[in-house]
């Protein structure tokens, strides 16, 4: 009974691969790296029609470094089926083909596959105590799983093969369902433009007036703030006017005051209402005798003096 391949440490296959991977990138120039290429006459949709599971260069980096490969082989398989997309894709006589080739060679002959696990085996002890008996039914499925072509001719060889061995489909009704295949084709095309546009629309006006709303809340508070500013810096300086307008009135006032005060102590001239300096009875004086003669001929009269 032969055992299951047995599964390789993740880290220690990392690092022994990613050197590969590497070299596998430089030789195909990025070319490989992310598949359908847009430099190649063949659409996007016509290339996932033909193949069914797309593999790249970006792909088996991306398994290498989640750890989803096992062993080398399981590595170099994913190359072969690289190699197998592209000569389906673009002909075997293309340029990427033959890139593809120059790279499935090269990733090749830099596995040993007799001694892969031999050389990494000391770094995870016991895998071989984790293999599982199979029937011999699976064994053979396995064995020709891991029947790994070494170049291009080869591949193409078992693509052949494979092909030999499927049945003559002489089909009279061939064009007529590629007819309507085509038409269910344009129809789906033209459906989904159709529901693309609708909902682009539909999402645009909703965003539209999502925006209109969010727009006229912004302004309104905004407005409310303003006038909430401006209200506040009315009544700010309305404060200080009426503080400094207070101020100046009482001290209007005391200088008033004062002046009414210092006018009490002086008496004035009935004449010319100068600063008295002559008092003549008990409410009249004069600034001068020259007031006191013109006044004279009025005054003398009531004048309290005389009478005394």
């Known amino acids: 009974m032969m055992l299951r391949e047995p599964k390789v440490d993740p880290t220690s296959l990392r690092e022994y691969l990613e050197p590969m991977l590497d070299l596998a990138n430089t030789t195909s120039g990025n070319v490989l790296l992310n598949l359908p290429s ?3 006459s063949v659409g996007v949709n016509e290339y996932y029609l033909l193949i069914a599971r797309n593999v790249d260069l970006s792909t088996i980096r991306q398994k290498l470094e989640t750890g989803q490969y096992h062993n080398a082989k399981d590595f170099l398989l994913d190359f072969q089926l690289l190699l197998h997309n592209v000569i389906v ?6 340029n990427i083909a033959q890139i593809a080739s120059d790279v499935y060679q090269t990733v090749y002959a830099q596995i040993d596959s007799e001694n892969v696990e031999a050389e990494i085996e000391g770094t995870e002890e016991g895998a071989n105590e984790e293999a599982v008996e199979m029937s011999d039914a699976q064994l053979e499925y396995t064995d020709e799983m891991h029947a790994l072509p070494s170049d291009v001719s080869q591949a193409q060889l078992y693509d052949e093969s494979i092909i030999r061995d499927l049945p003559p489909h002489n089909c009279p009704h061939a064009p007529k369902f590629k007819r309507l295949i085509k ?3 344009d129809t789906w095309q033209l459906s989904y433009h159709e529901e693309r546009d609708r909902l682009r629309n539909a999402i645009r006006e909703k965003l539209t007036q999502k925006f209109m709303r969010e727009q006229a809340r912004e302004d309104r508070e905004m407005q ?9 810096s009315r009544q700010d300086l309305q404060s200080r006017y009426n503080q400094q ?4 009135l009482k001290k209007l006032s005391d200088r008033h005051q004062r002046q009414l005060n210092e006018l009490k102590k002086k008496q004035w001239c009935w004449s010319c209402e100068n600063e008295a300096i002559y008092h003549c009875c008990w409410n009249t004086s004069y600034c001068s005798v020259e007031c006191q003669q013109q006044h004279w001929p009025t005054h003398r ?7 005394e």
Do not use: P
């Open 89 to 94: 894709v673009y002909g075997i006589s293309s």
């Open 245 to 248: 307008l207070k101020a100046e």
């Open 183 to 185: 038409e269910l084709h």
């Open 224 to 232: 409310e703030s303003f006038s909430k500013q401006l209200e506040e």
């Open 38 to 40: 847009r430099d190649e």
């Open 301 to 307: 009269a009531t004048c309290r003096r005389k009478t």
